[in-house]
């Protein structure tokens, strides 16, 4: 079945990098574009980043242009992103999500995972 | 950015009645090329990812039971539980996915009453 899990969560200091990784199943992944929307606790939901089907295009929440990188790699059928220079503010659930129709970015998001958790602590 | 404004905010419905959740978008995301308006709804429930329900403000997305309607144009658009059940207890969310950033509205909290 249709199915996107992420992995790489976990607890980072302020400053610091992490990489997370979405592995997509079920579906043909380099004919969608791909999203990551994160929620922090008890909060709701904020758009970071979009990446075209191909990664020709990419697209950033301004809170997070310049720190975080978008990147997907079609021949293993993960999406990623980096994050660096983390901050307090970055600590959310992180979702991936696939974009329902074509190869265009603006769609809605029909298949999302089930999240990974990213706490930014000292 | 657009900014989405849902409302109200929390809701309180009795068992087979009727619920309805408006969104404002701060401008049209309707595309007039192709008639379109990019605006989505989403449930969530408490500890899992949010769920597609509503595309293009009207089109309900495949398994999503007819009781969830969309409508609206423009600016202004409105998500309706026709009767309400107990499996509705949720969040609701908007979002526009005409221009990035993708916004999403504030999220109201639908209960049984």
């Known amino acids: 079945q249709v199915q996107l899990v992420e992995s790489g969560g976990g607890v980072v200091q302020p400053g610091r990098s992490l990489r997370l990784s979405c592995a997509a199943s079920?579906?043909?992944?380099?004919?969608?574009?791909m999203h990551w929307v994160r929620q922090a606790p008890g909060k709701g939901l904020e758009w970071v980043a979009v990446i075209s089907y191909d990664g020709s295009n990419k697209y950033y929440a301004d809170s997070v242009k310049g720190r975080f990188t978008i990147s997907r790699d079609n021949s293993k059928n993960t999406l990623y992103l980096q994050m660096n220079s983390l901050r307090a503010e970055d600590t959310a659930v992180y979702y991936c999500?696939?974009?329902?129709?074509?190869?265009?970015?603006?769609?809605?998001?029909?298949?999302w995972g089930q999240g990974t958790m990213v706490t930014v602590s000292s | 950015d657009i900014v989405m404004t849902q409302s109200p905010d929390s809701l309180a419905v009795s068992l087979g009645e009727r619920a309805t959740i408006n969104c404002k978008s701060s401008q049209s995301v309707l595309y007039s090329s192709n008639n379109k308006n990019y605006l989505a709804w989403y449930q969530q429930k408490p500890g899992q990812p949010p769920k597609l329900l509503i595309y293009?403000?009207?089109t309900r997305e495949s398994g999503v039971p007819d009781r969830f309607t969309g409508s609206g144009s423009g600016t202004d658009f409105t998500l309706t539980i026709s009767s309400l059940q107990a499996e509705d207890v949720a969040l609701y969310y908007c979002q526009q996915y005409y221009s990035t950033p993708y916004t999403f509205g504030q999220g109201t909290k639908l209960e049984i009453k």
């Open positions: 999500a696939k974009v329902s129709w074509g190869r265009a970015v603006n769609g809605a998001f029909d298949i």
């Open positions: 293009w403000a009207s």
């Open positions: 079920g579906f043909t992944f380099s004919s969608y574009g």
